[in-house]
Nanobody, 126 residues
Framework: QVQLAESGGGSVKAGESLRLSCAVS????????MGWFRQAPGKEREGVAA????????YYTGSVKGRFTISQDNAENTLYLQIDSLKPEDTGMYYC???????????????????WGQGTQVTVSS
């Protein structure tokens, strides 16, 4: 099992940037797909980015390509999401999640990940 704790959210203005962090603890020596998800008010949770802890390849959903960057520091057991050029429609609760497995080193942010953090709120004003 792993435990996940997000941080770094806040209230910002459109055009600004944020870097979200997800501290990972527990069985961190295993292979995982790691993903970032967000849930806007009144909407379903959607996956926005994913990365494999061993493979390193990244995946982004179309609406965030070019503005979101997922990365990891395996030495620090931390997952990051850099969000640039924030838009009001980026407002929502952001979650990190983990899914154990190799998957050929390729991951997508699917809703059936096994482990989830509590989320960090991002609010973007125009």
């Amino acid at each position: 099992q792993v435990q996940l704790a997000e941080s770094g959210g806040g209230s910002v203005k459109a055009g600004e940037s944020l870097r979200l962090s997800c501290a990972v603890s527990g069985h961190t020596d295993s292979s995982y797909c790691m993903g970032w998800f967000r849930q806007a008010p009144g909407k379903e949770r959607e996956g926005v980015a994913a990365i494999h802890t061993r493979g390193g390849s990244t995946y982004y959903t179309g609406s965030v390509k070019g503005r979101f960057t997922i990365s990891q520091d395996n030495a620090e057991n931390t997952l990051y999401l850099q969000i640039d050029s924030l838009k009001p429609e980026d407002t929502g609760m952001y979650y990190c999640a983990a899914d154990p497995g190799w998957y050929g080193g390729i991951c997508e942010p699917l809703p059936d990940y096994d482990f989830w953090g509590q989320g960090t709120q991002v609010t973007v004003s125009s």
